[in-house]
């Protein structure tokens, strides 16, 4: 059903010290050694990048952060420049969390200027969108979603849309156990498409890559890539262990 090459990236969020990430790389890359066909990536703490650049060096799998400023360097106390994510060794990087966008205060205007910086400087954006539970309760969720991706995409040409990534991540469902129907996840999946092709044009919407993120397990994956919108998952507390998270690629990699 996935029409695009599909994509699992874990998110560890605010997990794991140098040694577990270690760890974790070593056991990951034997247990996905003999994957093909699925682009793998492991968006990891700032502090745990260098050691899984060392660990993951030559391999598939790709390496991310979860976040950079949206400045190139100076004065700003603190936050990480996309030359200093590259450097240490990420091809990919997460924009707009909920998280970041809930807790920190990131805005529609801040994910824009990081998503075009990180196109800039050659990095892969994974750029998060996705409702409160009280704004799907109100039944806002598909305008919310629409204009969450218009402000972060807007501009972008095809050529950059063909690196971008975006994640659908309803917040209601993250680290909840209370994931999208497939229904649901596909309908603003394909939102988000159209939504692209609006900016850009179909053929642009149909190269761009949409994951849908939100409780997603080894149990859940395969329905959700079987919708036909939806081509792979941003994963949270399923991508800590790498038993859990390799079986769950194993059963996306069944399902397309
Ligand atoms: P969970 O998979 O833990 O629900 O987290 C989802 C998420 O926020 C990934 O970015």
Redesign the pocket.
């Known amino acids: 059903m996935v029409k695009r090459v599909p994509f699992i ?3 560890w ?1 605010m997990n794991k010290l140098t040694g577990e990430a270690q760890a974790f790389a070593r056991e990951f890359k034997a247990l996905t050694r003999e994957f093909a066909g699925v682009d793998i990536a492991i ?1 990891a703490p700032f502090t745990c990048l260098t050691v899984l650049r060392d660990e993951l060096q030559g391999g598939p799998i790709l390496l991310g952060a979860q976040n950079m400023f949206y400045e190139q360097s100076g004065a700003y106390t603190g936050e990480i420049s996309p030359a200093m994510i590259l450097d240490a060794g990420c091809a990919a990087v ?1 924009i707009g ?3 970041r966008r809930e807790i920190i205060g990131e805005t529609d205007e801040t994910v824009a200027r990081k998503t075009r910086l990180a196109l800039e400087a050659g990095l892969r954006p994974i750029v ?1 969108v996705g409702e409160t539970l009280a704004v799907r309760e109100e039944k806002r969720a598909v305008p919310h979603v629409r204009a969450q991706v218009e402000k972060a995409l807007a501009g972008l040409g095809p050529d950059d849309l063909s690196r971008v990534t975006v ?1 659908y ?1 309803p917040i209601w ?5 209370r ?1 999208a129907t497939a229904a649901d996840a596909q309908e603003i999946c394909a939102l988000v498409r159209g939504t692209i092709a609006g900016l850009a044009g179909a053929a642009a919407a149909e190269k761009t890559r949409v994951l849908y ?5 080894a149990d859940n994956i395969a329905e959700l890539l079987g919708t036909g919108d939806i081509d792979g ?7 800590l262990n790498a038993a859990d998270f390799a079986e769950l690629i194993r059963r996306a990699l069944v399902a397309v």
């Open positions: 990236a874990g998110n969020k968006c997460i969390h909920s998280e998060c994640a991540e469902a993250i680290g909840t156990g994931t993120g939100g409780s997603v397990k998952a941003l994963v949270g507390g399923a991508s």
